[in-house]
């Protein structure tokens, strides 16, 4: 039985990717800021755990005990969107402590293991907003472009060892909290600075975001990491979602 380690399984594409795998007859160790064990069917093969990916005691513990695991995904992560002016660099920190270097901390926290039994997999959860420049989006592109190279990079050292490495691409998912989320995050920080509030509002538009533009699912992003898991052919960049693919093509 194989075992995967899923990072931010509290709602969202963590929690799908979870129970697709449990389905499968894996074994999921599902880890939490906040573990709850009502969200998951309940199953012998399933294990949640506190994990906060900003947190290196969190990490360490969460990883000794998890035991032997397979397959890492990188999933946990926040948003923003603001104008650089409207993005306080305190706030550029957050973004960057969780989506980049809360990817690579756990990511060192698992190779080990992974190198030493010439085995395993990564999977970074990055953003189809990396394949095009998009406005307010600068802190947070900026955040997972660096997961991409970052990713990139360290196939390349991990490949004589046999362990494998990729990024997946979702696009927008309105599916999950993760936009509402940003949109508090904003409104909590002022919203946009006035200068750009025209400018804003004009991305934000509805026109420009029609409401049968493709999108993401739940279940393009758990399809690109069952592939990214078990496909040792698997492109290393794995764009999912319909919008995503038609940005990668
Ligand atoms: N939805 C989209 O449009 C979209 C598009 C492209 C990429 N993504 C990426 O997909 C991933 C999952 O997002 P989602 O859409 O599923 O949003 P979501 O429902 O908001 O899920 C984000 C998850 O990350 C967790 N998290 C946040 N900070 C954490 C920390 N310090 N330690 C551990 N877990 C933490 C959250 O846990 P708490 O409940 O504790 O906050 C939550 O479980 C993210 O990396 C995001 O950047 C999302």
Redesign the pocket.
């Known amino acids: 039985m194989k075992t995967i380690l899923i990072?931010?399984?509290?709602?969202?594409?963590?929690l799908e990717i979870a129970r697709f795998f449990l389905d499968k007859g894996w074994r999921v160790v599902a880890t939490?800021?906040?573990p709850r064990n009502d969200i998951l069917p309940a199953s012998d093969n399933l294990e949640v755990l506190a994990?906060?990916?900003?947190d290196a005691g969190s990490i360490r513990a969460a990883i000794d005990a998890a035991g032997p695991i397979d397959v890492l995904v990188n999933?946990?992560?926040?948003?923003w969107m603001n104008v650089v002016e409207g993005t306080p660099m305190e706030t550029v920190r957050d973004i960057f402590e969780?989506?980049t270097f809360?990817t690579i901390a756990v990511t060192q926290a698992v190779l080990p293991q992974f190198r030493e039994r010439r085995a395993g997999v990564v999977v970074n959860?990055?953003?189809?907003?990396t394949l095009k420049p998009l406005p307010l989006l600068s802190a947070y592109s900026a955040s997972?472009a660096a997961v991409n190279a970052f990713t990139e990079s360290m196939a390349l050292e991990l490949e004589p060892f046999n362990v494998r490495v990729r990024v997946v691409l979702?696009?927008?998912?309105p599916q999950?909290?993760?936009?509402d989320?940003a949109r508090a995050r904003l409104q909590g920080q002022g919203g946009f600075p006035a200068p750009y509030s025209d400018f804003a509002a004009g991305i934000l538009a509805p026109r420009a975001q029609p409401s049968d533009a493709p999108v993401?699912h739940s279940a393009d992003v758990v399809a690109a990491v069952w592939q990214a898991a078990t496909d040792a052919a698997s492109p290393m960049r794995i764009p999912a979602g319909a919008d995503a693919v038609a940005l990668a093509g």
């Open positions: 990072t931010g399984c509290s709602s969202g594409f963590g939490m800021r906040t994990l906060d990916v900003r999933n946990a992560g926040i948003g969780t989506n809360g959860i990055s953003s189809s907003v997972k979702p696009g927008r998912s999950t909290s993760f936009g989320t993401t």
